[in-house]
């Protein structure tokens, strides 16, 4: 029973370089986001997607790309990663649109580093 | 846009006590859900209780209970019987009800259970 998987779960980047996130869920579901926290704020919405094929913004995405070519997988790109995108970024998946009777999952979270 | 605020940096309880975390909100939509996620240090997000705005009764989940006033669009988290395990960071979080946009979070309580 996995639910939302993310890798990997640390990472130290140099400035400059570039990675994808992974995420996957195993629950059929059909919304996907990304959020970030960083140092005692809440979570910030980067990127969501509806299902296959469509994503949007959230409120923080410059600096990201995501992808939705499968139900199951919503990766995110940092491209020439920056100081400012030092954070710990979370997955979420939920059934339906908002929580409208459901719970939206989270996944364990990646901590990443920019350096 | 929709802004959740939490006024309380931190709130300290003695063990087996009552501690009221506040929440408020604001929005122009009737249509939308209320959320207290908890953050232990592993950051891991864990949903401890959920509240429709259609709802008048407020929502009890064993210890935990909100106090929800629509109007005032107050949002707060009673914890009862306050035990060390409930020491964590608490997040207030809303979604829009027929919106596919992800939870918008407040900026944390951070709960110290004292023994």
């Known amino acids: 029973n996995a639910g939302v998987t993310q890798t990997p779960k640390f990472r130290i980047l140099k400035i400059g370089q570039s990675m994808t996130l992974q995420c996957t869920q195993d629950?059929?579901?059909?919304?996907m986001y990304w959020y970030r926290q960083d140092p005692g704020m809440g979570l910030k919405l980067i990127y969501y997607?509806?299902?296959?094929?469509?994503?949007d913004k959230g409120e923080v995405p410059n600096g990201y790309n995501v992808s939705r070519s499968t139900t199951e997988d919503f990766p995110l790109r940092l491209e020439l990663a920056a100081p400012s995108q030092t954070s710990v970024y979370f997955c979420?998946?939920?059934?339906?649109?908002?929580?409208?009777?459901?719970?939206?999952?989270f996944g364990e979270g990646s901590w990443l580093t920019v350096v | 846009a929709q802004t959740v605020t939490q006024s309380q940096p931190e709130m300290s309880v003695q063990e087996a006590e009552t501690v009221t975390l506040s929440c408020t909100y604001d929005?122009?939509?009737?249509?939308?859900?209320l959320f207290w996620y908890k953050q232990p240090p592993s950051r891991q997000m864990i949903l401890v209780i959920r509240?429709?705005?259609?709802?008048?009764q407020n929502a009890t989940e064993n210890r935990f209970s909100v106090n929800f006033q629509k109007a005032a669009k107050s949002f707060s988290l009673k914890i009862s019987d306050s035990q060390l395990g409930d020491a964590a960071m608490y997040f207030c979080?809303?979604?829009?009800?027929?919106?596919?946009?992800?939870?918008?979070f407040g900026k944390g309580t951070h709960l110290i259970i004292q023994p």
């Open positions: 929005t122009s939509e009737s249509d939308y859900y």
């Open positions: 997607s509806v299902g296959a094929g469509i994503t």
């Open positions: 629950m059929n579901h059909n919304y």
């Open positions: 509240q429709e705005a259609y709802k008048q």
């Open positions: 979080a809303y979604v829009l009800g027929g919106g596919a946009d992800g939870l918008t």
């Open positions: 979420a998946s939920s059934r339906i649109r908002g929580a409208v009777g459901n719970t939206i999952y």
